[in-house]
């Protein structure tokens, strides 16, 4: 990923914390474990995406219901990101991180040996508040490993397991999903966690913190302008992404007549195009930020709009999949610089809220696009997605100022 958005990060940094005095190579050692966690954490975020029509023959709910996998961490992990920043204190971080990802690890645990769908529940509420922890407290750690004239290039690497994460739990959840069932993909989900908790007590050094976060210091985001109009037009459009990604692989089975095995290579696809979005992303942003995050959300909005009606048919259905992957593998990119130009001086709290918005966004859009399809169906959570990928566009456009 680019140090554009390895800069954009810089406000998840422990506020007045210094750099751990570890040799360069145990420390990009110990840069890569924590993006190798981050990785497994957002895969296992996603995972239900993949497996998500499996689950609902299997525990025999509606796909609709079957949603609130992703609806449920979101909402905890929305909470737990503030909530933990401020109780944690001064709490060795390296300490917190073996904590969070020790609960990565039971919530992987539950769910795969979940009876029914209330205790699959039960494990990914614990997986939220795991998912929030981390995310507020470990995507700005890049900093505090390396010397400091590193410190973009570790961000990155970090943002890049979370990017990767985030793009490759859908795809792989289909694969395994069609291959050996729902069950054996929270059980590589585990083993993957168990394996980022021992890479973790063996290359993290201590990770003290000087000055902890006042609650006071979670709306410093929100006090800017730019800040406001970034956060609402965040939460219109990622609303929009997960109302209709989530549902995304029984759209491509029933509308589009895909069988499991072409679904998991087409949301293969859609992971590789959205990391050369990634790419990007990072570049346009660092030209103009606001143009270049206006376009990925009009490059959302597109293939909402058009699938209802186009994606019958397999040519369009993976044309417009592709589309859609590009523009949601830059968005992250371009929002992360949006937030840090238009608040520089927000300490770790900022960041909390942040990653508060954009859990609750996906926590929502999932819950909005379940409750639409099992009343109207696929096609009007789709139409429902577009549409308020729409508002978020005319907001941006209306009152986003150019960043300086």
Request: aromatic share 10%; net charge positive.
């Amino acid at each position: 990923m680019s140090n554009v958005q390895a800069a954009a990060s810089s406000p998840a940094r422990d506020t007045a914390s210094s750099p751990v005095a570890a040799p360069q190579a145990n420390a990009w050692v110990a840069v890569f474990t924590i993006a190798l966690t981050a990785a497994v954490f957002c895969t296992t975020e996603f995972l239900p995406v993949g497996i998500l029509r499996y689950i609902s023959a299997g525990l025999g709910v509606s796909e609709g219901t079957a949603g609130y996998m992703v609806t449920a961490p979101g909402l905890l992990a929305a909470i737990a990101a503030p909530f933990l920043t401020v109780a944690i204190k001064n709490l060795d971080r390296r300490f917190v991180l073996w904590v969070l990802s020790a609960l990565l690890m039971v919530s992987n645990l539950v769910d795969m040996l979940a009876p029914n769908f209330a205790v699959l529940i039960a494990g990914r509420v614990l997986f939220g508040i795991g998912l929030g922890g981390f995310w507020a407290i470990g995507a700005g750690l890049g900093g505090r490993l390396v010397e400091a004239k590193f410190a973009a290039r570790a961000t990155s690497i970090i943002f890049a397991g979370v990017s990767i994460g985030m793009l490759i739990g859908g795809p792989a959840g289909a694969l395994l999903g069609d291959l050996v069932g729902w069950r054996p993909a929270f059980g590589v989900s585990l083993l993957l966690s168990a394996f980022a908790l021992v890479l973790q007590f063996i290359f993290l050094p201590p990770l003290h913190v000087k000055q902890s976060v006042a609650a006071r210091d979670l709306l410093g985001i929100w006090r800017t302008a730019n800040g406001k109009v970034g956060l609402i037009a965040m939460f219109l459009i990622l609303s929009g992404q997960f109302a209709t990604y989530t549902y995304v692989t029984p759209f491509l089975a029933q509308v589009s007549g895909f069988d499991g095995k072409a679904i998991s290579s087409i949301l293969l696809g859609y992971t590789a195009i959205g990391l050369l979005g990634n790419f990007a992303g990072g570049a346009g942003a660092g030209r103009n930020v606001k143009t270049t995050f206006l376009l990925t959300i009009l490059f959302v909005l597109l293939p909402l709009l058009l699938l209802p009606t186009l994606g019958h048919s397999k040519v369009w259905a993976v044309a417009l999949l592709a589309v859609w992957g590009l523009a949601y593998g830059a968005m992250p990119v371009a929002l992360q610089v949006w937030m840090a130009k238009a608040a520089t001086d927000v300490p770790e709290g900022g960041m909390a809220l942040f990653v508060a918005n954009f859990q609750i966004s996906i926590a929502l859009g999932s819950l909005a696009g379940g409750l639409i399809i099992d009343m109207s169906g696929i096609a009007g959570a789709m139409y429902f997605g577009a549409g308020i990928a729409a508002l978020s566009a005319l907001l941006l456009v209306a009152l986003g100022k150019k960043p300086a």
